[in-house]
C-alpha cells in the first residue's frame, strides 16, 4: 500500500494506523480552536488545489466542465466546512440530561468525545466531495483520518493524495491508494470507526469485514431512487428540477431520479416536456460544455447494454434533446434517454442506472405507486411533484426512504442541516448537520453524584430499602 507520510515512503496500513492511533492517545483531546484551525486548513487546501482537482476530475471521466466540479462538488465542500465551523462550539457542547428526584443532587451528562481514527472509503462519481465531507465531519469531531479514494478516478484520487501531504501530518491524515484488493485490506483494519460510500454489493462486504474486528460502520450506499409525478403536474417548472437531478454528472450521481412514476394520462406531456428541458440545458447536445462523459468502457457499456436489453424485450427506446448525428462526437457520452414500458423484471427496472437514462413507468392510482417502492428495497432518496396535500402526506408517510425531496430532486444533499443518509439496502447511519458530528463522535453518558442522594442508602443488605422502594 501506498501512503503519504511526510518523507513519502512507502508504508504498510496497519503502521499509519498505528501511528494515528498512538498520537490520538498521547495528545490531548483537539480544542474548538484546533478543530476549526484543522479544518481552515482544509477549506484553504481545497482553494489552493482548484483548478488541479477540476482538472483533474475531467481528466477521470473523459469530460466534465469545471463549472460542474466547481459547483458540484467543492462548493458543496466549502459550505459543509463552513457550516461545522460555526456550528461546532453548540456541537461538542456537553448535554445535560435529566436526573430523578431519587437519584438527586447527581447530575448527568453527556460528552462527545472523538472516536479515534476513522477510515473513509470514497467512490468515484463524487470523487472530491465524497472524500473531503466525510474528513472534514471527522476533523470537526476531532478524529485522525485515513482516506482510500477510489482507484477510479486515479488522477484525482493521486490530487487529494497530493493536498493532504501539503497540508496535514501523517499522525492527522493519510491517504491509502488501491482497488478493490487494498479497499479490502483497508476494511479488514482494526480502526474506530469506519465510513463508506459506495455500492450496496460492496458495501455488504465492508461491513462483513470490519465486523471481525467489531468496527462500527456507517454505510452510504446506493439504490433505485424514485420520482414521482403526481397527477396533472408535468409543467416545465418541475420538468427542469428532474432534469438536473437527472442529468447533473452524466446521471452518475447516487441520489439521482433512478425512474420516473407517472399518471398515464401524463405520460406523452412528460416525454414532451422532459425533451424540451433537456434541450435548453444541453444546448449543444452531447458536446455541451455541462454534460458529462461515461467513467470509463465499462461503465458505458453496461449502461448500452440496459438500453440494448429493454429495447430487445419490447420497450420504447426515446433519446431525448440530442439531434442523432451528434450523438457520439465526444468521448462516452451518452444521449438522454427515456424508456418507456420496461417490464418490471428487466434488468434497467431491478438494477440502479447511474447514467443519463430514466424509464417511465405509468400509473393510475396512488396507491400503485405507494405499492411498487414498498415492494422494492428501501431508496436512499424519494422524489413527489404535487401539492402540499393528503396525497403528498400519504406518500411521505407510506413510503421510507433515506431522504425526500419534494418539487426538486438532489437539493436535500446541500441542506446542511439535514441528516443524510440510507436506509435498509441504501445504507446506515447518517452526516451532514449535527448527525454527521455524532456519527464521528462516541456520546459517553456520565453521571456524577453529589454528596446527598438516596442511591448512597442502597447498600447491601438490601431488605429493609427493598421494602420500601417498592412499597
Ligand atoms: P464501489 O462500491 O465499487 O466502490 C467504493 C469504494 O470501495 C472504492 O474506494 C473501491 O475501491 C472500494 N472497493 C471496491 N471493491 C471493494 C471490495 N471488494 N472490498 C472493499 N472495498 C472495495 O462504488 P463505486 O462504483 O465507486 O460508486 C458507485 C456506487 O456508490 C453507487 O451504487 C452509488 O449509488 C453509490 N454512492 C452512494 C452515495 C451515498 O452518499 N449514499 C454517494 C455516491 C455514490
Same mark, same amino acid.
Given at each position: 500500500?501506498?501512503?503519504?507520510?511526510?518523507?513519502?515512503?512507502?508504508?504498510?496500513?496497519?503502521?499509519?494506523?498505528?501511528?494515528?492511533?498512538?498520537?490520538?492517545?498521547?495528545?490531548?483531546?483537539?480544542?474548538?480552536?484546533?478543530?476549526?484551525?484543522?479544518?481552515?486548513?482544509?477549506?484553504?487546501?481545497?482553494?489552493?488545489?482548484?483548478?488541479?482537482?477540476?482538472?483533474?476530475?475531467?481528466?477521470?471521466?473523459?469530460?466534465?466542465?469545471?463549472?460542474?466540479?466547481?459547483?458540484?462538488?467543492?462548493?458543496?465542500?466549502?459550505?459543509?466546512?463552513?457550516?461545522?465551523?460555526?456550528?461546532?462550539?453548540?456541537?461538542?457542547?456537553?448535554?445535560?440530561?435529566?436526573?430523578?428526584?431519587?437519584?438527586?443532587?447527581?447530575?448527568?451528562?453527556?460528552?462527545?468525545?472523538?472516536?479515534?481514527?476513522?477510515?473513509?472509503?470514497?467512490?468515484?462519481?463524487?470523487?472530491?466531495?465524497?472524500?473531503?465531507?466525510?474528513?472534514?465531519?471527522?476533523? =470537526? !469531531?476531532?478524529? +485522525?483520518?485515513? #482516506?482510500?479514494?477510489?482507484?477510479? /478516478?486515479?488522477? %484525482?484520487?493521486?490530487?487529494?493524495?497530493? *493536498?493532504?501531504?501539503?497540508?496535514?501530518?501523517?499522525?492527522?491524515?493519510?491517504?491509502?491508494?488501491?482497488?478493490?484488493?487494498?479497499? =479490502? !485490506?483497508?476494511? +479488514?483494519?482494526? #480502526?474506530?470507526?469506519?465510513?463508506? /460510500?459506495?455500492? %450496496?454489493?460492496?458495501?455488504?462486504?465492508? *461491513?462483513?469485514?470490519?465486523?471481525?474486528?467489531?468496527?462500527?460502520?456507517?454505510?452510504?450506499?446506493?439504490?433505485?431512487?424514485?420520482?414521482?409525478?403526481?397527477?396533472?403536474?408535468?409543467?416545465?417548472?418541475?420538468?427542469?428540477?428532474?432534469?438536473?437531478?437527472?442529468?447533473?454528472?452524466?446521471?452518475?450521481?447516487?441520489?439521482?431520479?433512478?425512474?420516473?412514476?407517472?399518471?398515464?394520462?401524463?405520460?406523452?406531456?412528460?416525454?414532451?416536456?422532459?425533451?424540451?428541458?433537456?434541450?435548453?440545458?444541453?444546448?449543444?447536445?452531447?458536446?455541451?460544455?455541462?454534460?458529462?462523459?461515461?467513467?470509463?468502457?465499462?461503465?458505458?457499456?453496461?449502461?448500452?447494454?440496459?438500453?440494448?436489453?429493454?429495447?430487445?424485450?419490447?420497450?420504447?427506446?426515446?433519446?431525448?434533446?440530442?439531434?442523432?448525428?451528434?450523438?457520439?462526437?465526444?468521448?462516452?457520452?451518452?444521449?438522454?434517454?427515456?424508456?418507456?414500458?420496461?417490464?418490471?423484471?428487466?434488468?434497467?427496472?431491478?438494477?440502479?442506472?447511474?447514467?443519463?437514462?430514466?424509464?417511465?413507468?405509468?400509473?393510475?392510482?396512488?396507491?400503485?405507486?405507494?405499492?411498487?417502492?414498498?415492494?422494492?428495497?428501501?431508496?436512499?432518496?424519494?422524489?413527489?411533484?404535487?401539492?402540499?396535500?393528503?396525497?403528498?402526506?400519504?406518500?411521505?408517510?407510506?413510503?421510507?426512504?433515506?431522504?425526500?425531496?419534494?418539487?426538486?430532486?438532489?437539493?436535500?444533499?446541500?441542506?446542511?442541516?439535514?441528516?443524510?443518509?440510507?436506509?435498509?439496502?441504501?445504507?446506515?447511519?447518517?452526516?451532514?448537520?449535527?448527525?454527521?458530528?455524532?456519527?464521528?463522535?462516541?456520546?459517553?453518558?456520565?453521571?456524577?453524584?453529589?454528596?446527598?442522594?438516596?442511591?448512597?442508602?442502597?447498600?447491601?443488605?438490601?431488605?429493609?430499602?427493598?421494602?420500601?422502594?417498592?412499597?
Amino acid at each position: 500500500m501506498i501512503l503519504n507520510t511526510d518523507t513519502h515512503e512507502s508504508v504498510n496500513a496497519t503502521d499509519v494506523l498505528a501511528r494515528q492511533r498512538h498520537a490520538f492517545l498521547n495528545e490531548d483531546v483537539p480544542t474548538l480552536k484546533q478543530r476549526k484551525a484543522r479544518l481552515a486548513k482544509l477549506r484553504a487546501a481545497v482553494g489552493a488545489y482548484r483548478e488541479e482537482l477540476e482538472e483533474a476530475v475531467s481528466q477521470d471521466f473523459g469530460h466534465r466542465s469545471r463549472h460542474e466540479t466547481g459547483i458540484l462538488e467543492l462548493m458543496v465542500i466549502i459550505q459543509s466546512i463552513n457550516y461545522l465551523s460555526r456550528n461546532l462550539r453548540r456541537f461538542m457542547k456537553p448535554e445535560r440530561r435529566h436526573v430523578s428526584l431519587f437519584y438527586r443532587a447527581g447530575s448527568a451528562h453527556v460528552e462527545f468525545q472523538p472516536l479515534g481514527v476513522v477510515g473513509i472509503m470514497a467512490p468515484w462519481n463524487y470523487p472530491v466531495s465524497l472524500t473531503l465531507i466525510p474528513l472534514a465531519t471527522a476533523l =470537526a !469531531a476531532g478524529n +485522525r483520518a485515513m #482516506l482510500k479514494p477510489s482507484e477510479l /478516478t486515479p488522477e %484525482t484520487s493521486e490530487v487529494i493524495r497530493r *493536498m493532504m501531504v501539503e497540508t496535514f501530518t501523517a499522525e492527522e491524515v493519510s491517504v491509502v491508494l488501491g482497488g478493490p484488493e487494498v479497499g =479490502a !485490506a483497508f476494511s +479488514r483494519l482494526p #480502526l474506530d470507526h469506519l465510513f463508506f /460510500t459506495g455500492s %450496496t454489493q460492496v458495501g455488504r462486504k465492508v *461491513m462483513n469485514a470490519a465486523s471481525e474486528n467489531l468496527v462500527p460502520v456507517t454505510l452510504e450506499l446506493g439504490g433505485k431512487s424514485p420520482v414521482i409525478i403526481g397527477r396533472g403536474h408535468v409543467n416545465s417548472r418541475n420538468m427542469d428540477n428532474i432534469v438536473f437531478g437527472k442529468l447533473s454528472n452524466g446521471g452518475q450521481t447516487c441520489v439521482a431520479p433512478d425512474y420516473a412514476l407517472v399518471h398515464e394520462d401524463d405520460l406523452e406531456s412528460f416525454v414532451t416536456e422532459y425533451s424540451t428541458s433537456v434541450s435548453r440545458f444541453y444546448p449543444q447536445g452531447p458536446t455541451s460544455q455541462d454534460y458529462t462523459s461515461i467513467v470509463n468502457d465499462q461503465h458505458y457499456q453496461r449502461l448500452t447494454g440496459l438500453i440494448k436489453e429493454a429495447r430487445e424485450q419490447g420497450a420504447k427506446v426515446i433519446e431525448t434533446g440530442f439531434e442523432p448525428e451528434t450523438a457520439v462526437s465526444r468521448q462516452r457520452t451518452l444521449a438522454p434517454t427515456l424508456i418507456v414500458g420496461a417490464s418490471d423484471d428487466s434488468a434497467i427496472m431491478e438494477e440502479e442506472i447511474f447514467g443519463p437514462v430514466l424509464p417511465i413507468r405509468t400509473y393510475r392510482h396512488l396507491d400503485e405507486v405507494i405499492q411498487y417502492v414498498n415492494d422494492r428495497p428501501r431508496p436512499l432518496a424519494l422524489y413527489y411533484f404535487g401539492e402540499r396535500d393528503g396525497d403528498c402526506d400519504r406518500v411521505l408517510q407510506r413510503t421510507t426512504s433515506g431522504n425526500v425531496g419534494i418539487n426538486n430532486t438532489i437539493m436535500h444533499v446541500a441542506q446542511e442541516d439535514l441528516p443524510f443518509g440510507g436506509v435498509g439496502q441504501s445504507g446506515m447511519g447518517t452526516y451532514h448537520g449535527i448527525e454527521g458530528f455524532r456519527t464521528m463522535s462516541h456520546a459517553k453518558g456520565v453521571f456524577s453524584q453529589g454528596h446527598w442522594n438516596l442511591p448512597s442508602l442502597v447498600r447491601a443488605p438490601f431488605g429493609r430499602f427493598a421494602e420500601f422502594a417498592l412499597a
